[in-house]
């Protein structure tokens, strides 16, 4: 995850832990990017949110059920 932004972690039913962070994209287009501590499995999940600002504050207000039901609907990503 980029230094600098708003990072989360939590763990999976499986015990693997998670980081979670806001990405800006194309068109100001906001995701959020989940990287699993082990191993390179990157997931991403497309917000519907005007602003990075509006995004940081929804990951902040996120319970961990709703990291968890993101991260399960979340496609696979790859950087590029």
């Known amino acids: 995850m980029p230094e600098g932004e708003r990072v989360r972690t939590f763990e999976d ?3 693997r832990r ?3 962070a806001v990405s800006e ?3 100001g287009m906001q995701r959020l990017l989940f ?3 082990r191993g390179s499995e990157l997931r991403a999940h497309a917000l519907e949110v ?3 600002d509006d995004a940081e504050r929804m990951l902040l207000a996120l ?3 709703e990291l968890l039901a993101l991260l399960a609907v979340a496609g696979e990503w790859w950087p590029g």
């Open 13 to 15: 039913a499986a015990g």
């Open 18 to 20: 998670w980081d979670v």
């Open 25 to 27: 994209e194309s068109y």
């Open 35 to 37: 990287a699993a501590r």
């Open 50 to 52: 005007s602003s990075r």
């Open 63 to 65: 319970s961990e059920v």
